[in-house]
């Protein structure tokens, strides 16, 4: 593929640059030692640097965005500017004046199964931030989608730890590959959005171990992330940034991390959160105190064991700007905004997944007569709200008003952006006569599908930080509307821009019905690439879509009923239990396998024009570490990409089923080539308390073309082991 070049050079540099830890660790440590006590201080805390709600004015210096911390120029230490950046960086309303590439929804680039592009997307977006001044990027949505309604499931890539754990981390080394720094957020086990600041998650060390943070650890190994973000949520009584568990124990002692961990902005709750872990009180107006500026120096100055954590927080920052080799002189420039947007094309259409193709109705021949219904596509693709909200340098298409007026658009407004889908068809399909229907009226819509040759509905689902889905249904009555313009066309073609699962009680009506996530800045054209097939389907699941909301471990999501939905997740004084013992480490499609459930569409599912098979899997122990072997063949008649999924589905007795390894690969009509899948000795073990535990057994594995269909599985003696984590 055209962007591994790229990737391959800047990796290699970065790690031939990062070689000499030693050196690393005694620079920042030295840097650290050079520093005064208020200098050191100074690094700990920051402020948002976006001038609303009568705080803090930002200092000139200052690039308008997420963050904005003051370096120490006489040692060299430069400024830390920051812009979110889950999809691109991030908009703020308008307020900078400039825009940037939206990649399409973490759901699409979850569903390549690519983490080159995953790579090819962070180089993007940290070669823009460079650009625009940022040197620290908000990005990296780490997290599992454990509940299909999250309101922030678009920000995240998919239900599954390796899946997450390998894309994440793709991502971010990408971004951290143009020598700025990275988070990854929101840790952990930050899955829902009501009550954001005061859910509190209950579950077992070792269910938390074998899933959230699984994904987590295998993201920290493979990017060395600059900054950890913790979240806004509780654990086991305690905040996320104010967790010792989570902070002390798991991430600096268990798995050696040695950057900074930064809070989510207004996320601390005192000083004490110093001595549980974190690092650095981000975004700290928004906090009841600014508790690591004079209250912490304050300490430092009392006391030996707070002066020494305060010299461990700035030796932390300076790992991670000396890792990530900072420019202390950055300048704005140019960046080329035609290939991100190309790279922003091709990422949304390896993220179409195609659900549903009665008869090979797609890819479309040379229909005469096309009407587009709904979904405002005549107008644009819609967009995730938040702080990651992306949009180009136009500014959104429209926004439609949900929750009323708000200073950072994007938050309370289903935001669209400018890539037409009715103008890329028409581009598409010249002889084709295309005409479009709002879908307001049923009756009308239905006029115009009875004289078309096909019709394609648009169906939409806005999704934002801040709010939960209620339920995963279509709003706004479009299923109703879906309904009706199948019944009247056999050739109705239902594209979904949603933010994660929805359910289609029309399904069987349709003749094809494709998934195209939240689509990005050239979202129209991509979607339009695979409705005609010059690009081949290629995406699959990265999450289960349920039957019904009762499939799920909470079919009611905790203080949803209770608890006004509200952005700054004040709504509730009292903390919200929420038990994530009743699934434990079985998320998405493990509890779909451990209580029988049939989903809509599993995990991993994805239809092709072209066709695939997998056969002739065999386990191997090479080096000590084992080791799955697969052939691909592409049995159709158009070139295509291929999934190789390889799930474990017995431990040593226990069954059950977890993603082991996975491949994707491009191959020719008829072609077939060998796959190598190294298994992580992990996913076989269960936490024991202190490291993980492969018990001594048979071991069995098969490859699926989805979760929920398997080959005949093959099985593999194992020794007992025992893994540090
Ligand atoms: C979000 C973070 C974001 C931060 C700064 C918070 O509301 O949870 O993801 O990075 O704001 O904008």
Not at 350 to 378: E, F, M
Request: charge should be negative; aromatic fraction near 8%.
């Amino acid at each position: 593929m055209r962007y591994r070049a790229i990737i391959l050079a800047s990796v290699m540099a970065l790690a031939f640059e990062n070689a000499s830890a030693q050196t690393l660790d005694q620079r920042a440590a030295a840097t650290a030692a050079a520093m005064t006590p208020a200098e050191r201080d100074n690094l700990a805390h920051g402020i948002m640097a976006i001038p609303f709600g009568g705080f803090t004015a930002v200092p000139p210096e200052a690039t308008l965005g997420a963050g904005y911390i003051a370096g120490v120029p006489r040692l060299g230490v430069p400024a830390l500017r920051e812009s979110d950046a889950s999809l691109g960086v991030a908009w703020i309303g308008g307020l900078r004046h400039d825009g940037a590439t939206a990649l399409p929804s973490g759901m699409a680039l979850g569903s390549s199964w690519d983490p080159d592009l995953e790579r090819a997307g962070g180089l993007v977006i940290g070669a823009e931030a460079k650009a625009k001044g940022f040197n620290v990027l908000l990005a990296g949505g780490g997290n599992l989608v454990r509940d299909p309604r999250g309101g922030r499931t678009f920000e995240y890539l998919s239900e599954d730890p390796l899946l997450s754990g390998t894309l994440a981390g793709a991502a971010v080394a990408g971004v951290q590959a143009n020598h700025i720094i990275s988070t990854l957020k929101h840790f952990a086990l930050n899955d829902q959005e009501t009550a954001r600041h005061s859910v509190d998650v209950h579950i077992s060390d070792a269910a938390a171990r074998e899933s959230d943070l699984l994904a987590f650890e295998i993201e920290i190994e493979r990017s060395h992330p600059g900054s950890v973000m913790c979240g806004y949520n509780l654990v086991n009584g305690a905040h996320d940034c104010d967790s010792d568990y989570l902070l002390n124990q798991v991430l600096k002692r268990d798995w050696g991390y040695k950057g900074f961990v930064m809070s989510d902005w207004g996320a601390v709750p005192g000083l004490q959160a110093a001595q549980h872990g974190l690092d650095q009180q981000s975004g700290s107006q928004l906090d009841a105190q600014v508790f690591f500026a004079q209250p912490l120096l304050d300490a430092a100055g009392k006391d030996q064991t707070m002066n020494a954590r305060l010299t461990d927080i700035a030796t932390r920052v300076m790992h991670s700007v000396y890792y990530a080799q900072l420019d202390p002189n950055q300048h704005t420039s140019n960046y080329d905004e035609k290939s991100h947007l190309a790279l922003a094309q091709q990422a949304e259409a390896s993220g179409v997944v195609l659900l549903r193709n009665q008869n090979d109705l797609l890819p479309l021949a040379k229909p005469k007569k096309i009407v587009v219904i709904g979904g405002y596509a005549a107008y644009g693709v819609i967009s995730g709200g938040g702080s990651s909200q992306v949009q180009g340098k136009t500014g959104p298409a429209f926004t439609v008003p949900v929750y009323g007026p708000s200073i950072l658009g994007g938050i309370n407004g289903p935001e669209y952006l400018p890539s037409v889908p009715l103008d890329a068809i028409k581009a598409r399909a010249k002889s084709t006569d295309v005409t479009y229907r709002g879908g307001d009226y049923i009756a009308e819509a239905v006029t115009a599908a009875k004289s078309a040759d096909v019709a394609i509905v648009f169906a939409t689902q806005w999704s934002s930080e801040g709010y939960d889905e209620p339920d995963i249904s279509l709003p706004n009555g479009q299923d109703a509307l879906i309904a009706a313009v199948a019944a009247a066309n056999p050739h109705t073609i239902v594209v979904l821009e949603t933010s994660g699962p929805v359910l289609m009680p029309w399904l069987d009506k349709t003749a094809a019905v494709m998934e195209a996530w939240f689509p990005g800045a050239r979202g129209a054209e991509a979607i339009t690439s695979v409705l005609f097939g010059d690009v081949n389907p290629a995406g699959h699941l990265p999450v289960t879509f349920p039957a019904s909301l009762a499939q799920l471990p909470r079919p009611k999501l905790d203080g949803l009923d209770t608890i006004e939905p509200d952005f700054t997740g004040t709504g509730s004084k009292t903390n919200v239990p929420v038990n994530y013992d009743i699934e434990g480490s079985d998320v998405g499609y493990r509890w779909f396998v451990r209580t029988h459930a049939k989903p809509l569409f599993p995990f991993g599912f994805g239809l092709s024009y072209t066709s695939f098979t997998t056969d002739g899997l065999r386990l191997e122990q090479q080096n000590g570490k084992l080791v799955a072997l697969a052939m691909l063949h592409n049995t159709g008649k158009r070139t295509g990409s291929g999934l190789v999924q390889l799930y474990v589905t017995d431990r040593a007795g226990k069954k059950g089923e977890r993603l082991a390894g996975f491949e994707k690969l491009t191959l020719q009509p008829g072609d077939g080539t060998e796959v190598t899948i190294p298994v992580d000795a992990r996913l076989l073990a269960d936490w024991a308390g202190k490291n993980w535990h492969v018990a001594a057994g048979s071991y069995s594995f098969a490859l699926g073309s989805d979760a929920s269909t398997l080959s005949a599985p093959i099985s593999i003696k194992l020794d007992d082991q025992t893994l540090a984590p």
